[in-house]
Structures are given as C-alpha cells and as structure tokens.
C-alpha cells in the first residue's frame, strides 16, 4: 500500500506508525513536510513550499487563515508531482 504521511512538522503525532508501516515490505511510505530541516529514517521525504506568505495588507482575523489556504495549496501541489511520478 501507498501511504502519505502529511504534516507542516512531521513526524509530529505520526512518527511511530510511519516507521512501523515502513519496515513492512508492503508499504512504500512518503511523508509531506514544510521542514527541510528534519529527516526520519528511511522514509521518503517530499517538502511543500508555500509562494507566498499572508498578504501584510490582509485583515488581522483572516490572515490565519490566508496562511492556512496557502499551505494547503502549496501540499496539494507537491502532492500532484509524487501522483504524477507515480506515487
């Protein structure tokens, strides 16, 4: 089975059950990370970059969550390449 793992700080809550499901032969494991900074073990690595950061010129209460739409599109992204390569 194919399994992504996507978290902004993988491993985050899902460390242990990413190794787990790695060492079985089955699974080809990818975790989908914001962190550059962090590899763990074995599994593939695949980092989302956002284009952009929150405009300055966005409300207070709603810069969150321009944020948050903007991580998510950037995971979505790197999400397509691996379906496109593949995975």
Same mark, same amino acid.
């Given at each position: 089975? #194919? ?9 985050? *809550?899902?460390? !242990?059950m990413?190794?787990?499901?790695t060492a079985?032969? *089955? $699974? ?5 990370? !914001? !962190?550059?900074?962090?590899n763990?073990g =074995?599994?593939?690595?695949?980092? %989302? #970059?956002? $284009?952009?950061?929150?405009?300055? =010129?966005? $409300? ?26 593949? %995975?």
């Amino acid at each position: 089975m #194919k399994v992504l793992f996507v978290h902004q700080n993988f491993p985050a *809550q899902f460390g !242990r059950m990413a190794a787990w499901m790695t060492a079985q032969p *089955q $699974h080809q494991v990818v975790y989908l990370t !914001r !962190r550059e900074d962090v590899n763990y073990g =074995n599994i593939t690595k695949a980092i %989302f #970059k956002e $284009h952009r950061e929150a405009s300055e =010129n966005t $409300h207070p209460y709603i810069k969150p969550i321009e944020a948050a739409i903007l991580q998510g599109q950037a995971a979505y992204r790197t999400a397509a390449t691996l379906k496109k390569q593949g %995975f």
